[in-house]
């Protein structure tokens, strides 16, 4: 069993679609992250949550919203997006943001296409 | 805004041969950290340097942080496939920085038998 848990690994949706990215993480930790990978890019910082609570959105379009019910549990959903929007979103967690021992745990990722 | 510049961007290197990547940066950063991402995988960390001229082993992996606290680099003696996969570097800009690290876009390393 894996950490950080995320599902699906892969979607293809079209741009009028609804969809959710669900993020698990089983190391009890306290912060969760959405990051966004896109090909020859540096990963970008989406959202941060500590503790249930958004401490970062980092100009993100409201077309992604995030959504974290417990310190466990982040989703990503998904509405109206454009085809630049396809990219790897990954779910990450840490025990000690904000700190010099801060180590993030990634899932493997979504797969997304947004045709 | 703190940019991590990685070099080279693409690396092919047959297996039982040395490699060196590099990350810099015209900022000052509190952390650095190097994590490898494998084909349909999440990062996975490596190594974190903290102090200035740090110098950390991981088998056959050799991280160093630059004396000023703005470079790093990865040396890797003998690859082997399974080193095969992208290097990224972080780095943490302020003690309060949360879950803000700085990313690199990655040095692709490709390792042939």
Not at chain 1, 29 to 56: C, D, G, I, R
Not at chain 2, 10 to 34: D, K, M, P, R
Not at chain 2, 50 to 76: C, M, N, P, Y
Request: glycine share 8%; net charge neutral; hydrophobic share 30%.
């Amino acid at each position: 069993e894996t950490g950080v848990t995320q599902t699906p690994r892969h979607l293809v949706m079209g741009m009028t679609n609804k969809k959710s990215l669900k993020c698990e993480q089983h190391l009890g930790h306290n912060a969760m992250y959405w990051y966004k990978q896109s090909a020859k890019k540096p990963l970008e910082l989406m959202f941060v949550y500590n503790f249930k609570e958004q401490t970062e959105n980092n100009s993100v379009p409201s077309r992604f919203s995030p959504e974290c019910p417990n310190s466990s549990h982040l989703f990503l959903h998904l509405h109206t997006l454009q085809p630049e929007d396809s990219a790897l979103y990954l779910c990450a967690s840490s025990q000690d943001p904000g700190t010099v021992n801060e180590k993030l745990f990634f899932g493997s990722g979504t797969q997304l296409s947004v045709l | 805004t703190q940019l991590l510049e990685q070099s080279p961007q693409f690396l092919s290197i047959q297996e039982g041969e040395n490699l060196t990547v590099y990350c810099n940066s015209s900022s000052v950063f509190s952390s650095l950290q190097w994590y490898r991402q494998e084909p349909g995988e999440g990062p996975v960390l490596l190594v974190t340097v903290v102090t200035g001229g740090e110098v950390k082993k991981l088998k056959r992996l050799t991280f160093q942080f630059g004396d000023a606290r703005k470079d790093s680099s990865l040396h890797i003696t003998a690859a082997q496939p399974g080193d095969t996969g992208l290097y990224l570097c972080a780095g943490a800009g302020a003690t309060d920085s949360w879950g803000k690290l700085q990313f690199g876009a990655g040095t692709q390393v490709v390792v042939t038998p």
